[in-house]
């Protein structure tokens, strides 16, 4: 495997303290305690903060630096309503290619998923559960879709984050993946696009109240 490069490195380490909630909704982001910690120079980090500014996971404010994205319901509703479109689409589509080996990995990152969550690694199990719901999608061969829905999931990690820290949506989420892989493993487009939904949907009413809380 390729070492990454250190904008890479940096860009992954950063992408993990939003995850695990080391960098909160709402924080500054120090630079130089990062670049210090990371043992890197100011240049990649700040690439690094450029990228994450694309996606919506930090915000840049004159004379005030970068702090990490505050949780907005309006952002969430609009992210999760435009993955429910091309994801439904996709999911359907990728249903009618599903092979042998495309089942198998799905179940794998289940797996991933469920180990992670018994473990309390919460940044493991969030790797895990992407890698759950793009095994599901890729067999649709749709590429250009699927940069917009990985730009889509960029922007929410910190929602995410939220809502795994909960024991009971923990549980919720292990039965649904449960379900959902039953749905691909028979073919059933139908009744996997409607449990992806319902998955989506419980994720929004518990961060609805989270959000509206805070």
Do not use: C
Not at 3 to 30: D, M
């Amino acid at each position: 495997m390729r070492p990454p490069t250190t904008q890479e490195f940096v860009l992954g380490e950063l992408r993990k303290a939003i995850v695990s909630g080391e960098l909160a909704p709402g924080q500054p982001v120090r630079q130089d305690g990062i670049a210090q910690r990371l043992g890197v120079s100011r240049v990649p980090l700040r690439e690094a903060l450029k990228t994450l500014e694309a996606e919506g996971q930090v915000v840049y404010r004159p004379h005030r630096g970068y702090s990490v994205a505050e949780l907005s319901l309006s952002d969430l509703l609009e992210v999760y309503r435009m993955r429910e479109l091309l994801e439904s689409e996709a999911a359907a589509v990728a249903t009618e290619r599903f092979g042998e080996s495309d089942l198998a990995r799905i179940a794998d990152a289940r797996d991933d998923v469920e180990r992670a969550a018994g473990s309390g690694d919460l940044v493991a199990m969030i790797a895990a559960n992407r890698r759950f719901h793009f095994a599901l999608l890729e067999p649709a061969g749709l590429p250009r879709l699927l940069r917009v829905v990985r730009t889509l999931w960029d922007a929410t990690d910190a929602y995410r984050a939220v809502y795994y820290n909960s024991d009971a949506n923990r549980r919720r989420v292990r039965a649904e993946h449960d379900a959902i892989v039953t749905a691909a493993a028979e073919r059933d487009a139908p009744t996997l696009v409607r449990l992806l939904d319902e998955h989506r949907g419980h994720a929004v009413a518990a961060l609805r109240g989270t959000i509206t809380e805070r």
